[in-house]
């Protein structure tokens, strides 16, 4: 069955789109939207991949039916740096080189950003990457990862 | 594979909407995050879901002595909360256990007693602390022991026109929940061990995952452990019973073996951990 969600996503006024009630708001984003930032990993919820922010709280879009989140504010790794919190992350990546080849990064810049939102600013980097381990880089490009955690917990993006 | 979704504003509206099979098998959607996998590999054939998200069950209160858990509350919510991690600190970390940070955000504790899934990392501190399952039908509220509530792998004591609607759990500050598994992050556990002693009982209680057919208390095993500080001697007893008495399975994550020697070695930590302060651990 195919009916109407009112999708509010990126702070842009909540839009309708006529979509079928077993679709994963992974694929509403990508194909529908065109947001082709947030990627498919496993598609099983293990690698993290796929995470958006949906009332600010880090999310699985592959174990989640897209019309579960009407009314609900969904951000994407395109939406991520109208938030100061995605801002600093952006940097911080940014300035330690923080990805391989990039596929795992838009789930770590969005994880990260939901997490240190979620943790407070003051969260020590451990317990800041205690909650990371939902996202997986095959490219196993971890370490760089982890020092963008370090730079953003010393206020120095 | 397609399925149709309702989502209903009312516990009567969800309940009629369950009992109607005419669109073919029909099924409670709580998180999703079991039951989505399980549609996708054709393991469930539900082709309608009832997602409960907008029944006002995503709630946490302490009734004096005893926790009451909405069955929609998101799993990081039950994580998050300082009063738990005092009072029931074996809950928490059974929470911890399960998948990532933004899974738990939608995970719920419904779901995981719904599913009952023989690697729960959720069922073992309930057994331990001997919970109870509120449920909700259209013949009315009944309540029962999780315990009993479990029937088997995957099989629980529910109607087709019944909800979990909250779950009953008794303040356990001598608790833990230890696990092992192939990874510490993002895997299933191949044993988790909960431990629990309340103020009821006499003796610590003892349940283990990751066994056949589903999590299950080992009567065998919490005889030796009657003492609040068990000696040695008999946490060794334990151990012994508890690798001797379950039933293991082996599968891709562990041989049977190997489950069994396991066994013991958590049963050791977990007593020992059990009786650290929470914030100490």
């Known amino acids: 069955m195919t009916s109407e969600v009112a999708l509010t996503v990126n702070g842009a006024a909540p839009r309708r789109l006529a979509v079928p009630d077993s679709e994963r708001l992974l694929d509403t984003l990508r194909w529908r939207l065109g947001l082709k930032g947030t990627k498919e990993g496993c598609r099983t919820g293990d690698c993290g991949a796929c995470t958006v922010l949906v009332d600010g709280e880090t999310t699985l879009s592959c174990l989640t039916l897209t019309h579960e989140v009407q009314d609900r504010a969904v951000t994407t790794v395109e939406g991520i740096a109208e938030d100061p919190e995605g801002r600093r992350v952006l940097a911080a990546f940014a300035a330690e080189d923080a990805l391989q080849c990039g596929y795992c990064t838009p789930g770590f810049v969005v994880s990260l950003t939901g997490i240190r939102k979620e943790l407070g600013a003051s969260a020590p980097d451990s317990a800041v990457i205690e909650a990371l381990q939902g996202n997986l880089c095959r490219c196993t490009g971890y370490l760089a990862i982890v020092r963008a955690v370090a730079r953003i917990g010393n206020g120095n993006p | 594979m397609t399925f149709s979704l309702a989502r209903p504003s009312t516990i009567v509206e969800a309940l009629r909407l369950l009992a109607d099979d005419t669109e073919g098998p029909t099924a409670p959607l709580a998180g999703g995050t079991d039951l989505l996998l399980d549609l996708d590999d054709g393991r469930s054939t539900a082709r309608r879901l009832v997602s409960l998200d907008k029944l006002p069950w995503k709630t946490l209160a302490w009734d004096g002595p005893r926790l009451n858990v909405g069955a929609t509350l998101p799993l990081a919510r039950l994580g998050s909360d300082a009063t738990v991690r005092a009072r029931l600190p074996g809950l928490s970390e059974g929470v911890d256990a399960v998948g990532s940070l933004a899974l738990r955000h939608r995970a719920t504790l419904g779901g995981n007693l719904g599913r009952a899934a ?13 919970a109870t399952v509120r449920l909700v039908g259209t013949a009315g509220r009944r309540e029962l022991p999780v315990a009993r509530f479990l029937r088997g792998s995957r099989q629980v004591d529910l109607a087709k026109d019944e909800l979990i609607e909250s779950v009953s759990i008794p303040e356990a500050r001598l608790s833990t929940y230890v696990w092992q598994r192939v990874r510490p992050a993002n895997d299933v556990s191949q044993v988790g061990v909960a431990v629990a002693r309340s ?3 006499a003796s610590w209680r003892l349940a283990l995952g990751g066994v056949l057919p589903v999590p299950t208390r080992i009567p065998e095993a919490e005889v030796h452990l009657t003492e609040e500080r068990p000696r040695p001697e008999d946490v060794e007893l334990a151990a012994n019973a508890a690798a001797t008495h379950a039933r293991f399975v082996t599968d891709k994550r562990a041989s049977e073996a190997y489950r069994r020697r396991l066994v013991a ?17």
Do not use: F, H, K, Y
Request: proline share 12%; charged share 20%.
């Open chain 2, 118 to 130: 023989p690697a729960s990392d959720l069922l073992p501190i309930l057994l331990a602390v001997d």
């Open chain 2, 199 to 201: 103020g009821s009982s």
């Open chain 2, 265 to 281: 070695t958590l049963v050791r930590r977990a007593v020992a951990r059990a009786q650290i302060p929470p914030g100490e651990r």
